[in-house]
C-alpha cells in the first residue's frame, strides 16, 4: 500500500466513523412517528416569503401556505419583494385582498435583508421563513408547533425537506440527497448539533432574535451563521422530523454548481468567523463531532476526487503512449467471466459497507418522511453524485482560498 | 458546557476498527483463495504433462496426428499467467508464496517447451513459440511494455505458444536454460526461432519474426470457425 493509497483509507475511516457514530445514536434514540395529537395551543406565527425574481414560482408557495392546517387568525404571511426584476411584484399584489397576507416592496439588499425587515414589522410569538421557491405540506406547521410546545427551551425548528417534483437526472439525484439529509438532520438534532436553519420553513421563537441580534450577510448563507450563532448563544434547534416542506432543486448542472458552490463557500467562510468552535466541548457535538467531521469530508472529498483524477488521468495516458509505441492496436481489453478478475482488496469491502451505510441511512429518511424515492432516483444519485459533488466542493474551496463571495443566481 | 457521551466515541471507534479489520480479514482470505486457486491450475497442468508425455510415449509408433501440436498447455497456461501476475501484483514479487508458484509456473514452461520440441523433432512439426525473460527487480524499465506486447499477440494468434520467465528467479533449471541459451542481462529479451533478441520490440518486430506469422493467423481463423 503506498502514501497516496494511504490518504483514500484514511478518509473512508473518517466517513465511516462518522457514519457509524451517526447509526449508534439512532439505535439510541429512535425518533417517534407521527401522530393525530394537536398543540394544546397555537401561538400566532408569521411566515416571511422573501422573494427575488420569483415570478414562476411564488404563487404555488403562497397556496400551500393558505392550506395549511393552522387556525387562520393565528397565521399572517409577509410577501416581501426584495426589488425583483420580473414580475413577482404583479404575483404578490394578486394575493393583496388576503386578510393573513401583508406585502412589503423594497430595494433590493439581499435575503437577509427582506428578512430583518419583515421580522422587525412582525409581533407574533413564531417567525418563520418559507423561500419563495418551497412549499409547505398542510400539516408542517402544526407539526413545528408541536415541536415548540414539546419543549419550551427551543427556540428554532427546522423541517424535513425534500425535493418538490423531480422529474430529470440531476433533480432525481438531488431527491435522494435530500432524503439522506432527513436521516442527517435528525441524528444532529438528537445530538443537539444543527448546523444550518435551512429557507424552506425554520421557524424561530421571535425573542430568540433579541439574544442572538437580527440576519446578517454572513457570506450569502445567512442560514448557516444564524444556526451557528444561536449555537455561539447556547440556544437550542430542534428538528421536526414529521414536518415536510418541498423545494424546487436547480434543474441544470451551472444552476446546481453555483447554488452548493454557494452553500459549501458559506460552509467554509463561516467556520473561518466561528473557528472557535471547533474541537471546543462548551459546544458539544456541533464542535467536536459534527463540524469536524463536515471540514474533514469536504478536504477528504477533495482529496479523493484529485486521487482519482490523477491517477486516471495518469494511467490513461500511460496506456495511450504505451499502446503509440507499442505498436498495439486500440482495442477492448478482453474480458472474462472469472471471480479471480474482481480485485478484492479491503478497499473494495471498506465501500461496500459505506454504500450499505448510505442506503439505510436512505432507507431511514424514507421512513422518517413517511415518503419515498424511486429506484430510478437512486440509480442516478450513485451514477452522477460522485461526478458532479466536486465540482462544487472545488469550486468552494477555490473560492474561499481566494476569498471571493459567492453569487445566489 | 454541553453534555458530550464520550463512551460513544470509543464504542464507534471500536465499531469502525472493527469494519476495518474484517475488510483486510477477508481481502487476505480472498488473496489465500487466490494462491490456492495457481495452486490447484498448476497440479492440474502438471497431471496434463504428464498424461501428455505418457501419451507421446504410448503413441511413439503411431501417427503424428494422434498428438495434438496445440498439447493441453496453452489455454491453461495463458489462463494461469494472468493469475499468477494479479497475485505477484497484490501480494508482492518477494512473497514467498508467490515465488513458489512462480518456480513451479516455470518448471511447467520448461516441460512443456520440451515436450513440444521432442514432437516438433518426431513429427516434423513446427510450433511457433517464444521464449521471454523478464525482470521485476526495476532494472527493466521496457518489461512491462513487452509484457502487454507477448499478451496482446498471444490473444491475437492462440497457437503462439510464450514461455516468459523471470530472469532473477533462483531456479536451477530456469539457470540452466538461461545457460544453454547464453542469455545475457539485457531485458526484455526473447528466444525466436532459435535467436535471441534484446530490448523492447513492438507488435510489428515480433510479428516479422515469428516466420509463420500468415500461417498462425489462417490457423487462428480456422479454430475460431470450428
Known amino acids: 500500500m503506498h502514501f497516496g493509497e494511504l490518504g483514500i483509507y484514511a478518509v473512508l475511516f473518517l466517513a465511516l466513523y462518522f457514519e457509524v457514530f451517526l447509526f449508534i445514536t439512532f439505535l439510541e434514540r429512535k425518533p417517534a412517528g407521527k401522530t393525530a395529537d394537536r398543540p394544546a395551543r397555537f401561538p400566532t406565527v408569521s411566515i416571511i416569503v422573501p422573494c427575488f425574481n420569483e415570478e414562476k414560482t411564488l404563487a404555488a408557495t403562497m397556496r400551500s401556505l393558505f392550506a395549511l392546517d393552522y387556525p387562520r387568525e393565528k397565521l399572517s404571511i409577509v410577501i416581501v419583494d426584495d426589488g425583483s426584476t420580473d414580475g413577482t411584484l404583479k404575483v404578490a399584489e394578486s394575493f393583496c385582498g388576503h386578510e393573513q397576507v401583508s406585502i412589503i416592496s423594497k430595494k433590493n439588499g439581499g435575503k437577509y435583508t427582506a428578512l430583518n425587515l419583515a421580522i422587525e414589522r412582525c409581533t407574533s410569538e413564531l417567525v418563520g421563513c418559507l423561500d419563495a421557491d418551497s412549499l409547505a405540506a398542510p400539516d408542517a406547521l402544526l407539526e413545528i408547533v408541536k415541536k415548540f410546545e414539546e419543549d419550551q427551551e427551543v427556540m428554532a425548528v427546522m423541517p424535513s425537506i425534500r425535493v418538490y417534483n423531480p422529474k430529470n437526472p440531476l433533480e432525481l439525484m438531488q431527491a435522494v440527497e435530500y432524503t439522506f439529509g432527513i436521516f442527517y438532520k435528525k441524528m444532529f438534532d438528537t445530538l443537539s448539533a444543527i448546523s444550518v436553519l435551512p429557507g424552506p420553513l425554520s421557524i424561530y421563537r421571535r425573542s430568540s432574535f433579541e439574544t442572538t441580534g437580527m440576519f446578517r450577510h454572513a457570506h450569502n448563507t445567512e442560514d448557516m451563521e444564524m444556526a451557528f450563532r444561536m449555537h455561539a448563544h447556547h440556544l437550542k434547534i430542534a428538528n421536526a422530523h414529521t414536518a415536510i416542506a418541498y423545494t424546487h432543486v436547480p434543474r441544470t448542472l451551472r444552476a446546481l454548481v453555483k447554488q452548493r458552490t454557494r452553500w459549501s463557500q458559506g460552509f467554509l467562510d463561516n467556520s473561518k468567523d466561528y473557528a472557535y468552535m471547533y474541537f471546543n466541548p462548551r459546544y458539544g457535538y456541533l464542535g467536536l463531532l459534527v463540524l469536524p467531521f463536515a471540514l474533514a469530508m469536504f478536504v477528504g472529498s477533495l482529496y479523493i476526487t484529485g486521487y482519482l483524477l490523477v491517477h486516471g488521468v495518469r494511467s490513461i495516458s500511460i496506456r495511450i503512449i504505451d499502446f503509440w509505441f507499442e505498436g498495439i492496436p486500440l482495442h477492448m481489453p478482453t474480458i472474462r467471466f472469472d471471480w479471480y478478475d474482481i480485485d478484492t482488496n479491503a478497499l473494495l469491502f471498506v465501500s461496500c459497507i459505506m454504500l450499505f451505510m448510505t442506503l439505510a441511512g436512505v432507507f431511514l429518511g424514507r421512513r422518517f418522511a413517511g415518503e419515498g424515492v424511486s429506484n430510478k432516483a437512486l440509480f442516478f444519485y450513485f451514477l452522477l453524485y460522485g461526478f458532479v459533488a466536486p465540482l462544487w466542493l472545488a469550486s468552494a474551496a477555490w473560492g474561499s482560498l481566494r476569498s471571493k463571495g459567492a453569487v445566489w443566481r | ?226
Not at chain 2, 97 to 118: A, G
Not at chain 2, 179 to 185: A, D, Y
Open chain 2, 1 to 226: 458546557m454541553k453534555y458530550i457521551d464520550w463512551k460513544k466515541y470509543v464504542l464507534a471507534l471500536c465499531i469502525t476498527v472493527a469494519i476495518f479489520v474484517t475488510a483486510f480479514f477477508l481481502a487476505n482470505h480472498f488473496n489465500n483463495a487466490r494462491i490456492a486457486d495457481v495452486r490447484a491450475t498448476e497440479n492440474q497442468i502438471a497431471i496434463d504433462l504428464l498424461s501428455n508425455e505418457t501419451q507421446y510415449e504410448l503413441l511413439s509408433e503411431q501417427s503424428c496426428s494422434d498428438i495434438a501440436e496445440g498439447s493441453v498447455l496453452s489455454d491453461a497456461l495463458n489462463s494461469l499467467v494472468s493469475r499468477l501476475s494479479y497475485a505477484e501484483e497484490n501480494l508482492g514479487s518477494k512473497n514467498a508464496e508467490v515465488i513458489m508458484l512462480k518456480k513451479q509456473y516455470s518448471l511447467l514452461e520448461i516441460k512443456d517447451y520440451l515436450l513440444m520440441q521432442k514432437v516438433a523433432a518426431r513429427c516434423g512439426t513446427r510450433p511457433v513459440s517464444i521464449i521471454y525473460f523478464y525482470s521485476n527487480s526495476g532494472s527493466c524499465a521496457n518489461c512491462s511494455r513487452e509484457g502487454d506486447v507477448l499478451t496482446y499477440l498471444r490473444e491475437t494468434y492462440p497457437l503462439l505458444r510464450v514461455y516468459s520467465f523471470d530472469y532473477d528467479l533462483d531456479l536451477s533449471a530456469l539457470k540452466t536454460l538461461i545457460n544453454i541459451r547464453n542469455v545475457r542481462g539485457d531485458l526484455p529479451a526473447l528466444i525466436v526461432n532459435g535467436t535471441t533478441y534484446y530490448g523492447f520490440k513492438d507488435v510489428g518486430e515480433v510479428e516479422k519474426l515469428i516466420l509463420h506469422v500468415e500461417k498462425l493467423k489462417v490457423a487462428t481463423s480456422t479454430s475460431e470457425q470450428s
